[in-house]
């Protein structure tokens, strides 16, 4: 089981990052799909899913207006678009094969995470 994170990067406020996430190894196409960030010094926060089969997506306060998660199962892999970032969105994003609001990495399957910072 593989999940394979990028697109994360420097960006200034109010910018733009487009996140993908790329899966091996198991049936994507079968999984809730869901992005989770962690900043320093901080705990795992869930922040946007996806049914398995693309359907329906729920976001979290922060995320909603800002942030779209999509999904391929063609392709296996899962997006995440962040527009109009700001710097508390500075993080770690992990991409998961998990529920919503799933924020223990011993649940599912997790990738290694992309970095992104927000900063003039």
């Known amino acids: 089981v593989r999940l394979v994170e990028s697109g994360g990067g420097l960006v200034e406020p109010g910018g733009s990052l487009r996140l993908s996430c790329v899966a091996s190894?198991?049936?994507?196409?079968?999984?809730?799909m869901s992005w989770v960030r962690q900043a320093p010094g901080k705990g795992l926060e869930w922040v946007s899913s996806?049914?398995?089969?693309?359907?329906?997506?729920y976001d979290s306060d922060f995320a909603k207006g800002r942030f779209t998660i999509s999904r391929d199962n063609t392709n296996k892999t899962a997006f995440l678009q962040m527009n109009s970032l700001k710097s508390e969105d500075s993080a770690r994003y992990y991409c998961?094969?998990?529920?919503?609001?799933?924020?223990?990495?011993?649940?599912?399957?997790w990738g290694q995470g992309t970095q992104v910072t927000v900063s003039s």
């Open positions: 190894g198991f049936k994507f196409s079968g999984f809730w």
């Open positions: 998961a094969a998990v529920p919503p609001e799933t924020v223990r990495k011993d649940v599912g399957h």
């Open positions: 996806i049914t398995s089969d693309g359907g329906t997506t």
